[in-house]
């Protein structure tokens, strides 16, 4: 049986990004779920996405 759960990652004033990779590190979570605000060109380089970022810094030998 698989359980699912929505989990809100406080980021405490550090970086979306790292925040959520160090929770699931920390809980040993299998799949992170993430979403997109669909920004692209200009507006994504300033304001940056967490899910790009998220899927950069994840170690890739999981």
Known sequence: MTTI???LV???GSEGSRAT???AA??????VVLGSH???GFERY????VAEKVIC???PRC
């Not at 920390?26 to 799949?31: E, Q």
């Not at 300033?46 to 996405?49: A, D, I, N």
Request: charge should be negative; aromatic fraction near 4%; glycine fraction near 8%.
């Open 21 to 23: 990779l160090s929770y």
């Open 26 to 31: 920390d809980h040993d979570v299998d799949l």
């Open 38 to 40: 669909g920004l692209s």
């Open 10 to 12: 406080p980021t405490d």
């Open 57 to 59: 810094l994840a170690d």
């Open 5 to 7: 759960q929505n989990v």
């Open 46 to 49: 300033l304001l940056g996405s």
